[in-house]
């Protein structure tokens, strides 16, 4: 099976504009959560999509948002980009199964700079 | 969420055991004990995970203390491969579905 796969790799922004991140999780997976990597605050949980639906949410602004579509494919936005935006944004996917036991599979992630 | 802590660093040497502790001594009884561990450059990947039970696979093992207030991941024989950060994370059965990663251990292994 293909693992989770994030596009773009790489991408380089000015502040106040707008991106969108691109994650396919592995086939079968229903569950797509996104998380944001610095070197200050480690990696922390932004959303999670189960079946086109919003099922969690971390501690981001509304700025953050995301979508995912039917084929469980997901996308992630981040309007008016800040400095402090600049990170490794990574995607997970899993099954859906239980929360306790269920594994989360990551892609290699997304390095935003915003300049 | 449940606060797990771990050692900052470790350092091994190729071809020996490695053990990795984590506190969890808010751990609640229906708490799932993770390891994942992000390789250099790579996303987080999946090691191992227990409720009450030692538990082993093909990457390690995770010995569970009685009163599940601490585990210790074990690599067996740890190569240059598993040089990496390593996270402890509790999951609750009827949580949400995130992980909520601390710090990390940063382990280095020496040739």
């Known amino acids: 099976k293909a693992g989770v796969t994030q596009t773009p790799r790489y991408l380089i922004k000015t502040r106040g504009q707008q991106v969108t991140l691109s994650c396919s999780p592995i086939?079968?997976?229903?569950?797509v959560s996104w998380y944001q990597q610095t070197p200050g605050q480690g990696l922390q949980f932004l959303f999670e999509?189960?079946?086109?639906?919003?099922?969690n949410k971390g501690n981001f602004p509304g700025r953050f948002s995301g979508r995912q579509f039917s084929n469980s494919r997901s996308e992630m936005n981040v309007s008016t980009l800040e400095l402090g935006d600049s990170a490794l944004y990574l995607c997970?996917?899993?099954?859906?199964?239980?929360?306790?036991?269920?594994?989360?599979?990551f892609g290699p992630g997304t390095r935003l700079t915003v300049l | 969420d449940a606060k797990t802590t771990q050692p900052n660093s470790m350092e091994s040497n190729e071809e020996e055991p490695v053990h990795l502790p984590c506190n969890h001594s808010?751990?609640?009884?229906?708490?799932?004990i993770h390891w994942y561990r992000q390789l250099p450059s790579q996303g987080p990947e999946y090691v191992i995970h227990g409720l009450t039970s030692n538990v082993n696979n093909r990457m390690a093992s995770l010995a569970i203390a009685e009163d599940r207030k601490s585990s210790t991941l074990i690599l067996h024989r740890a190569t240059l491969r598993d040089a990496a950060v390593y996270y402890c994370i509790l999951r609750d059965v009827s949580g949400a579905q995130k992980l909520v990663f601390g710090q990390g251990t940063r382990l280095t292994i020496n040739p």
């Open positions: 997970a996917s899993s099954v859906t199964g239980h929360k306790g036991t269920d594994t989360q599979y």
């Open positions: 808010t751990i609640s009884g229906t708490d799932y």
């Open positions: 086939s079968g997976h229903r569950s």
């Open positions: 999509y189960f079946s086109e639906t919003q099922r």
